[in-house]
Structure formats: C-alpha cells, structure tokens
C-alpha cells in the first residue's frame, strides 16, 4: 500500500513538474500567447497599411485617367497614332 501511493505521489509530481516546468509549460504557453497577440497587432497594423495603399493606388489610377480624359476632350490632346474626332454640343 506505501509502494503504490510513493508510486502515485511520484507521478503525480512529475505530471506536476513537467506541467510547470516542462515543455509546453504554462510560462511557456503564456511566453507565446502574449507573442501571437503580439503579432497579430503587427498584421492587424499592415492590414490598415494595404488598405490605404490600395486606396491611394485607386485614386492615383483614377486620378490619371480623369485627367487624361480631361486633356482628351477639353483640350483637344491626341496620341501620335490616334485620330482626334471632336463631340459636337
């Protein structure tokens, strides 16, 4: 009977000691949870960054257009292959 609960107690110490010491421990497990939300500020920051930059690229893309449209049709600029047919208003 003193054998079996020695035996017990000694596993249930090493269970014990692995859980707190071990690998995967619990500073362990809380060293890489603080880590990921850590990096996941990091994405959530470089997300909002592509979101603007693609925004900004629309307008620059949009932008240029207009202006060439602009150009096109106010001042009468062609391209050297291209034909200028002026809208009669």
Do not use: C, H, Y
């Amino acid at each position: 009977m003193k054998f079996t609960a020695a035996l017990l107690l000694l596993g249930l110490l090493g269970v014990q000691g692995q859980f707190w010491f071990g690998p995967r421990s619990v500073s362990e497990v809380s060293t890489l949870r603080r880590q990921l939300a850590e990096q996941q500020e990091r994405n959530q920051t470089v997300r909002q960054q592509l979101v603007r930059l693609r925004a900004e690229l629309k307008d620059l893309r949009e932008g240029l257009e207009m202006v060439e449209e602009k150009a096109r049709g106010e001042l009468g600029l062609i391209e050297p292959d291209e034909i200028f047919v002026p809208l009669q208003k």
